[in-house]
């Protein structure tokens, strides 16, 4: 089992580029979710999403999209890059919160 | 308005003792809690979990205690070992879509 592969590692976005962050997960989990995290503030939920076709907004949703055609894929699009999305963004998926997510190894995102 | 607060950011520990990590959270409608533990460029691994309805759970070497009525959770890791050393974060779960996180602890244990 791969688990939850997050797919770039590293990228560098110039300010105003989209670009798409993607996800997956091969453990036929319903419960999907991204998050931020920047120094001093934890994680930062952003969009989760309780089955394919089924999306809702988290804690910091503005300036992302995330939509969910797929139980394994739940991408999530930076519609208009800027430098306060700079970020490490995690991609989970669980069957219930209560299992305890499993995350994937992250996506460092710099906007310059 | 951190629903979900770490006052400490680092601990240091030597080997072969107790770390505690605490976690203070403001939401009385958090019913399950949780413990991550994150080391560096990689993704949040599952510690242990703790439903509202209980005040103890351990695992191993890992036992996390709620107190409901002071709103505090609290790791403990007995014996620390240095594979211990990572950021821990404490996260709460209004409901089962979402988990609120805190902003994390970072403990090092000294050989």
């Known amino acids: 089992n791969a688990g939850v592969t997050q797919t770039p590692k590293f990228q560098v976005l110039k300010t105003g580029q989209s670009m798409t962050l993607q996800c997956a997960q091969d453990m036929n989990h319903e419960y999907m979710s991204w998050y931020r995290q920047d120094p001093g503030m934890g994680l930062r939920l952003i969009h989760y999403?309780?089955?394919?076709?089924?999306?809702d907004q988290g804690e910091v949703p503005n300036g992302y999209n995330v939509s969910r055609s797929t139980t394994e894929d739940f991408p999530l699009r930076l519609l208009s890059a800027a430098p306060s999305q700079t970020s490490v963004y995690f991609c989970?998926?669980?069957?219930?919160?209560?299992?305890?997510?499993?995350f994937g190894s992250g996506t460092r995102l710099t906007v310059v | 308005d951190q629903q979900v607060k770490q006052n400490s950011p680092s601990l240091s520990v030597q080997e072969g003792r107790i770390s505690i990590l605490n976690c203070d959270y403001t939401?009385?409608?958090?019913?399950?809690f949780l413990w991550y533990k994150k080391y560096p460029a990689e993704g949040p691994t599952f510690l242990i979990s703790?439903?509202?309805?209980?005040d103890k759970n351990e695992d191993g070497r890992f036992t996390v205690f709620l107190n409901k009525s002071a709103k505090h959770l609290s790791l403990h890791i007995v014996p620390s070992q240095p594979g211990d050393s990572a950021v821990y974060f404490c996260a709460a779960s209004p409901s089962l879509n979402k988990l609120v996180f805190g902003a994390g602890t970072i403990l090092r244990v000294k050989s």
């Open positions: 703790i439903s509202s309805i209980k």
């Open positions: 999403s309780v089955g394919a076709g089924i999306t």
């Open positions: 989970a998926s669980s069957l219930t919160a209560s299992y305890g997510y499993t």
């Open positions: 939401n009385s409608m958090f019913d399950y």
